[in-house]
């Protein structure tokens, strides 16, 4: 199976005199998973609806397979909405077989589906449950079959890890692995870097309705510096021509190394012992995604606040 391509061009969205998207331009190749990301009210969702045709555009095109999206192209998308909706006064094989048999399967071929599936998720002694007898985690993992289902050649997953515990989390991202292999598209959106570094072969950071960063993940890490350091310490962090101190958090900085520092860090190292401070471990790695994500948000990826100021950032490859 060959995935879906989109095409994003010259997006802007607007509600009244506010606008929440402002010329964003962006592709997603056949096959790839791709990571929108953003803070909220970034401009993520608005993006998706307009994709899907739920919202009209202001102005520009956005497309898939190189037109409109339309309801009557069947099984072509899967989506995941963040908010969630389920029949919850029904069975959960019920609920599941009633939407098989809305996309063409058979009763019996709705039936063994769903049985499967439940199966494979660990679901499958709560088929004959009511949806709203599941826990969150559960009716989560219903709702995502339902995504799932018919091999959708496009997937766009809206958070689809939210509120799953450690190891239905990890489940969750088999399965996505799992239609990866299968050549679906998938567009992931979502807070977790983890699950991006993991899964998506590019990404697009949104911050405030424009692209701040696009690319693979090494470009972007390329673009916001390359390498950090990453130094376990007790004491102030002094200035110094070497790095520029990106966030302390108690006994953890992170050192953005100038052009002026060694590669492996060690004049560093030198530089903090002679200012008195007492190192106690030290790590050069490629700048992570979260702390990417501070930089460009002023605030951690998990945190649900507004925005905070942040600085300029510059972008990485084609989005506009």
């Known amino acids: 199976m060959s995935g879906s391509s989109v095409?994003?061009?010259g997006f802007v969205m607007r509600f009244g005199e506010r606008t929440i998207i402002d010329g964003l331009s962006f592709e997603i190749a056949p096959g790839e998973t791709f990571g929108l990301l953003g803070s909220n009210g970034s401009g993520k969702t608005t993006t998706i609806r307009?994709?899907?045709?739920?919202v009209e555009p202001s102005e520009g095109r956005l497309l898939i397979d190189g037109g409109r999206y339309r309801a009557s192209a069947g099984g072509?998308?899967?989506?995941?909405?963040e908010e969630r909706g389920l029949y919850r006064k029904e069975s959960v094989l019920d609920v599941m077989t009633y939407f098989a048999r809305l996309k063409g399967m058979s009763s019996r071929a709705a039936v063994a589906w769903t049985m499967s599936y439940l199966e494979r998720v660990d679901l499958a002694d709560k088929a004959r449950l009511r949806v709203d007898r599941l826990s969150g985690g559960q009716q989560q993992k219903v709702q995502l079959g339902l995504t799932m289902m018919d091999d959708p050649r496009l997937l766009i997953l809206d958070e689809p890890t939210k509120g799953l515990d450690p190891v239905n989390r990890r489940l969750l991202l088999d399965l996505v692995d799992e239609r990866k292999a299968d050549g679906a598209t998938v567009i992931l959106v979502t807070h977790q870097m983890d699950e991006v570094e993991r899964l998506c072969d590019r990404i697009l950071l949104l911050r405030d309705g424009v692209a701040a960063a696009y690319g693979s993940i090494p470009d972007v890490q390329d673009a916001?510096?390359?390498a950090v350091a990453k130094v376990l310490c007790h004491g102030t962090i002094p200035a110094s021509p070497l790095y520029r101190l990106a966030r302390q958090e108690g006994n953890v900085?992170?050192?953005v190394p100038t052009s002026a520092a060694a590669p492996d860090g060690a004049d560093i190292v030198h530089a903090l012992i002679q200012s008195g401070v007492a190192v106690s471990g030290?790590?050069?790695r490629r700048v992570p995604l979260d702390e990417i994500f501070v930089q460009v948000y002023g605030q951690d990826p998990n945190a649900e606040a507004g925005l905070a100021p942040a600085s300029s950032v510059a972008v990485s490859g084609e989005a506009r």
Do not use: K, N, R, S
């Not at 307009?50 to 739920?54: D, F, H, K, R, T």
């Open 7 to 9: 095409t994003v061009d």
């Open 50 to 54: 307009a994709l899907l045709g739920i």
């Open 76 to 81: 072509q998308v899967g989506y995941l909405p």
């Open 224 to 226: 916001f510096g390359g």
């Open 253 to 255: 900085a992170y050192l």
């Open 282 to 284: 030290f790590e050069m």
